[in-house]
């Protein structure tokens, strides 16, 4: 049987130590909280007085119960006062001699039989351990922020922890109501090992100047359905914090995606550090504020620009779901639609996909039965590439294979009408070379819209080193029109989400492999851990390894980094057949 725990002590009363103690002292535990002076505790003590007073305004405490839980929370200067404590916490800032240095101190001063817990969320379990003379009782518990609202805590032992005290330390975390996954000790454990490498590779994009801050982050918001953007959140952890995990990590991995974009060193030496400085890479109206305020950075409004191509009628090359989609979008728009397939019989039933998507709109309530028959009125079907040539953009929506691609293009190019733009929905061949199928590659374009396409808000408007201004212009103009959210991007292998989102899954192929923890605990680390709509493998399989694969050898084969270079593993299911949800095998078997 577990042991239970009664009287809690809290080192660091700091935002992270100050959620800890209200998530204890919530659960009925009686709290001891320590930090080093007088002003810690009263900025500790404001903190609780603002998430509990939140709380009330919330309806999920009244002021009886918030008086009964403050009550339960003494706080005090000295670590002597922790004397009786049956656990310590310690959440101290991310600095081993600081941690070293209490844990030597608590060592000295509470019973044998004491555990002691480190809310680390990146240094070494067991180096903290040796500080003391009881290792074995020594455990990391990395709680996440806020701590009262996320439910993940990573429970990490080292090579002498004790499994009782394992087993003690995630009964307490489930009696507090939250989600214990117990891991080995490496630095960044496996939230931050696999977000810090994604965070990092976002730094790098932007310190090249390759996407603006704005699109970066939007990107990822409405491309993979993230809470926020990398760079946003690196703000909300604080750059200083981030330098010292991605730090740690790379002494420990020596895996060059950890070393730290130079570009977070200079931003924290000149104070830049985030929301609790007021800029880090945005503006906010002040210290703390989430609010963010035009700075210098900030795009201009687009003005009309007369240099905008008038585009009315669009054609679309490809019968496949992406094709689709992009004629069911556009034609709800109000563009007159040419849907071109290689046979009568592939346009007749895209059309007839298109008219499915459309009746289910009509039945889900999104849409009335006279815009329906409106916008299938707007589509109609071609087999030869001439019935293209009065089209202002052609959209190619074929497979993914440039061989296809570029001979898509040689016959737009011969057909259409000068001026129209040409635009290829590829996620991860070269637009370019599209483009040099072409007499006219300054019309070339890329329009990467997101399956599928009738939801996905993202789309990324790339332009090669050909392709004109007013094209780039032209291709934004027209997703916002759509509704969409564009982002603007240079032509290389996965544009931004791609090249963000597929290192970061691959590392997670590299944890399971390593043995460091299973796939269900990886996902559950990131969907709760982080927010993410799903986990690393989850999301594999829903997109295909097979595909991920592909995406991932041409990250790889651009950028020639070793960090990209697929997992083993992801390899051998590939060449298995389990391909994820579509063959009913990948990660996991699907019934």
Do not use: W
Request: charged share 25%; glycine share 8%.
């Amino acid at each position: 049987m577990a042991r239970q725990f009664s009287t809690v002590g809290v080192v660091g009363l700091g935002t992270m130590g100050a959620g800890i103690a209200e998530v204890l002292a919530r659960t009925g535990l009686t709290v001891i909280a320590v930090d080093v002076n007088e002003e810690g505790l009263a900025r500790g003590l404001g903190h609780l007085e603002h998430s509990t007073s939140r709380a009330v305004a919330r309806g999920k405490l009244d002021e009886a119960g918030k008086a009964v839980l403050l009550g339960r929370i003494t706080t005090t200067t000295e670590l002597a006062d922790l004397a009786e404590c049956d656990l310590v916490v310690e959440a101290v800032p991310e600095r081993m001699e600081l941690k070293a240095a209490v844990f030597a101190a608590l060592d000295g001063i509470c019973g044998p039989d004491t555990v002691f817990a480190s809310n680390t969320s990146s240094l070494s379990i067991t180096e903290i351990g040796v500080h003391t003379g009881r290792p074995g009782k020594v455990v990391g518990m990395h709680f996440f922020n806020p701590t009262q609202v996320l439910k993940l805590v990573e429970v990490i032992r080292s090579v002498v922890t004790e499994p009782e005290v394992v087993t003690d330390v995630v009964a307490l975390v489930e009696q507090l109501g939250k989600a214990p996954v117990v891991i080995g000790d490496r630095a960044g454990f496996i939230a931050n090992a696999l977000l810090f490498g994604y965070l990092n590779h976002a730094v790098r994009m932007y310190e090249s100047r390759y996407a603006t801050r704005e699109d970066l982050d939007a990107a990822m918001r409405y491309g993979c359905g993230y809470p926020m953007g990398p760079l946003a959140l690196l703000d909300l952890i604080g750059l200083d914090t981030a330098y010292e995990i991605l730090d740690t990590m790379y002494h420990q991995s020596r895996n060059r995606l950890h070393a730290p974009a130079p570009l977070l060193k200079q931003m924290i030496t000149a104070g830049l550090l985030g929301r609790k400085s007021g800029r880090g890479f945005y503006t906010y109206d002040a210290p703390d504020s989430p609010t963010v305020v035009p700075d210098a950075h900030t795009p201009a409004a687009a003005a009309d620009d007369d240099s905008v191509r008038e585009v009315r009628r669009v054609g679309v090359v490809g019968t496949g779901t992406m094709a689709t989609g992009i004629v069911e979008v556009f034609a709800k728009r109000g563009y007159d639609v040419v849907l071109r397939a290689r046979t009568a019989d592939k346009a007749d039933a895209a059309l007839a996909k298109v008219r499915k998507s459309l009746d289910r709109a009509v039945s889900k309530g999104k849409l009335s039965d006279v815009d329906a028959a409106a916008a299938l009125g707007r589509v109609s079907t071609a087999v030869e590439f001439k019935d293209l040539a009065d089209c202002d953009l052609l959209v190619e929506a074929v497979a993914e294979d440039l061989t296809v691609k570029k001979a898509v293009f040689q016959a737009l190019d011969e057909v259409c009408k000068p001026g129209a733009v040409l635009a290829t929905t590829t996620s991860s061949l070269p637009v370019v070379e599209c483009a040099a199928a072409t007499t006219r590659p300054g019309d070339v374009v890329g329009l990467h819209f997101f399956n599928p396409a009738q939801v996905m808000k993202l789309v990324e408007v790339v332009d090669t080193i050909a392709t004109d201004a007013d094209v780039v212009a032209t291709a934004r103009e027209v997703c916002l029109d759509l509704g969409k959210v564009p982002v603007h991007c240079g032509d290389r292998a996965g544009f931004i989400v791609n090249a963000l989102l597929f290192p970061y899954l691959n590392d997670a192929v590299k944890m399971l492999e390593a043995h460091y923890a299973d796939a269900a605990d990886i996902d559950n680390a990131m969907k709760v851990g982080c927010g993410l709509p799903m986990g690393p493998f989850e999301l594999l399989d829903v997109v295909g390894l097979d595909v991920s694969l592909a995406i991932e050898r041409s990250l790889y084969l651009e950028f020639r980094e070793a960090g990209f270079a697929p997992a083993p593993l992801l390899e051998h299911l590939v060449t298995a057949g389990r391909l994820g949800r579509k063959t009913g095998k990948g990660f996991r078997d699907y019934g």
